[in-house]
């Protein structure tokens, strides 16, 4: 069941609101798949030998920003498309269509590996950088709170979106995903494991993070808060 026939099922004039959603979901489709790429173009490096990016500095992305994307110098200067990129984007745009494609009844058997894989990954990940030099600093990094930043609006402001944004609340996604459900199931089963899994993921995943970056910065000789590396995307 389409989303515009679901609002329009509510009322006929609604059905715009279908559409919208819709056009939002294919930006946030486009934005997922563009990440997957980067992702695949990593991963595809990561099999050379030596590493291409192993001697970069942790506050330099020359390696992502020249070789990977071939940025230019301006935003001005359009230049070529990279071919590398656009064919993995392509094929990712493809694998993504042939999962989604019959429903939730491929869908739901990849999401048994999709959502699960990065747990295990993250645990494996967490597991090894507790034994690397510097993990402490950066759990306690962490968690250590400030808590004079609770009067910083826009720390509210950004958690509250990355809270809607993580529950897809309102979005195209959750609503075309709920028709595959029968009429009457009970749904509080999954109201309360989707966010407790999203802790559980967000939580091995910013231990997974600050763990290796006070690593990197213990062994490059920084300090986990230097304002060099947040000027670095870090």
């Known amino acids: ?14 059905k715009v609101i279908g559409l919208a959603i819709m056009t939002a979901t294919l930006h946030f489709s486009t934005s997922y798949n563009i990440l997957l790429t980067y992702c695949y173009r990593f991963m595809f490096t990561s099999f050379e030998y030596p590493l291409p990016f192993a001697d970069e500095s942790i506050t330099q992305n020359d390696y992502f920003h020249k070789e990977v994307l071939k940025m230019s110098d301006s935003i001005s200067h359009w230049e070529a498309i990279n071919p590398f990129l656009f064919i993995i984007y392509v ?39 507790l034994f690397l030099n510097g993990a402490l600093d950066g759990i306690i990094f962490l ?29 195209g996604t959750i ?28 939580l091995l995943s910013a231990l997974t993070i600050f763990i290796y970056l006070s690593h990197f ?18």
């Open 91 to 129: 094929g990712s745009m493809i694998l993504c269509h042939f999962v989604i494609k019959n429903g939730a009844k491929t869908s739901g058997k990849v999401v048994i590996i999709t959502a699960s894989t990065p747990f295990v990954i993250f645990f494996i990940l967490v597991l090894r950088g």
């Open 1 to 14: 069941m389409s989303i515009p026939y679901v609002f329009k099922k509510i009322h006929p004039s609604l």
């Open 217 to 234: 910065c213990v062994e490059s000789g920084y300090s986990i808060d230097d304002p060099r590396l947040q000027l670095s995307g870090l």
């Open 175 to 202: 609503i075309n995903l709920s028709t595959a459900k029968a009429r009457r199931e009970d749904i509080m089963h999954s109201v309360l494991v989707v966010p407790a899994g999203l802790v559980l993921c967000g």
């Open 143 to 171: 968690f250590k709170p400030k808590w004079e930043m609770l009067w910083n609006y826009s720390i509210w402001i950004d958690a509250s979106t990355q809270v809607f944004y993580q529950l897809s609340i309102g979005i």
